[in-house]
């Protein structure tokens, strides 16, 4: 029987994006809060003569304003030291700042721009700053291409690759190692690079420790295993993600794929148990109805007509109008 699904991913990873920011304090000493002494007053911009203090003033009053997290006021604040203070020597931070308030206004090409120029120049920043700089262009490259089309779209994934292998390249074993490993295996996923996606999900499970990417990368993993035509690989990752992660969002697709895949290897009564979760448990979810569907199939190929006919008629109860409930009665009308 067939039943309409891609073979494909069936939507994006929910992840969100991470914008690494590092709480902004006074440009000398910053505080373990965060917190700012004498902000500068708001007003016009400063004159072409304002000296190295006044900078400073601005550095701070920037500050104060990233950290309540108004982050238009901040970028303009950051924007003006840049402009006005082209040599001092604030102004690579400034530089950084401003980009990590322009991926949270999610003005990703500017974002892009500025740690261009950061990655780029390095100036006055410390390595903790210049792994965050290539993190962070890398994100807003990947997140610029999400959001493009076409030829676009490709170049901006291929710019978040290249970004993203700098970093390791330069920081294997930084801080932001795991992050930059999952957002390279997304971009080359979406690139239809499998290989190379394989390498970095398996990277971000068994090299590096991060709760929040760990369930998406065991997912793309479990994805691309299945793709590349391992499917003992992929069952054993979609294993691991339901024994860890059993009520994540992505639990009912991968309940589904699991359950496909034990159904191809002849493990029917753990494919109807697969399926059987999702449409008890995630009944909302766009799995559920082929799930029944499913299960149905399944039971009909083991001789069992009577739970065939309930599973189909629990799809007609709660999916009466789905676009699959055509079939659905038409099988349920030759179950015998």
């Known amino acids: 029987m067939a039943v309409t699904r891609t073979g494909k991913r069936c939507r994006e990873i929910a992840v969100v994006l991470a914008v690494i920011l590092t709480i902004v304090g006074d440009p000398g000493t910053p505080t373990a809060q965060g917190e700012l ?5 708001a007003g016009g911009p400063p004159s072409a003569g304002m000296s190295r203090a006044q900078a400073a003033a601005i550095f701070r009053s920037a500050a104060a304003l990233q950290n309540r997290e108004l982050h238009d006021l901040a970028e303009a604040e950051w924007a003006s030291l840049v402009e006005h203070f082209p040599n001092d020597p604030l102004v690579g931070k400034a530089r950084y700042y401003r980009g990590v308030c322009l991926v949270r206004l999610e003005r990703y090409a500017d974002a892009e721009a500025e740690f ?16 965050q700089s290539f993190a962070n262009l890398g994100l807003a490259q990947y997140r610029r291409a999400r959001l493009a089309a076409g030829e676009e779209q490709a170049k901006a994934f291929d710019a978040a690759i290249a970004t993203l292998g700098q970093q390791l390249e ?38 590096h420790g991060d709760p929040a990417l760990r369930p998406r990368a065991l997912y793309g993993l479990g994805v691309v295993q299945q793709e590349l035509g391992n499917p003992a690989e992929a069952g054993r990752a979609f294993d691991v993600f339901l024994q860890e992660f059993p009520l994540d969002a992505l639990a009912a ?3 589904f794929r699991r ?17 059987q979760r999702i449409s008890e448990r995630w009944p ?15 039971e009909q190929q083991g001789r069992d007509f009577a ?24 099988l349920r009308a030759t179950v015998r």
Do not use: K, M
């Open 37 to 41: 002494a004498t902000p500068r007053a």
């Open 116 to 131: 261009g120029r950061v990655v780029a120049e390095q100036a006055g920043l410390d390595a903790t700053l210049i792994e």
């Open 170 to 207: 330069r920081f294997p074993a930084g801080r932001f190692a795991t992050q930059a490993h999952f957002y390279r295996a997304e971009a080359c996923y979406e690139r239809q690079d499998v290989a190379s996606a394989l390498a970095d999900y398996q990277a971000v499970v068994t090299e």
């Open 253 to 255: 697709e991968v309940h």
């Open 259 to 275: 359950g496909e895949w034990r159904a191809a290897t002849g493990d029917e009564d753990g494919a109807v148990r697969d399926f």
């Open 284 to 298: 909302e979810s766009p799995f559920a109805p082929q799930a029944l569907l499913r299960q149905s199939h399944l």
């Open 307 to 330: 739970l065939a006919q309930a599973t189909l008629g629990r799809f007609l109860v709660n999916y009466r109008d789905h676009e699959l409930a055509f079939q659905a009665r038409l």
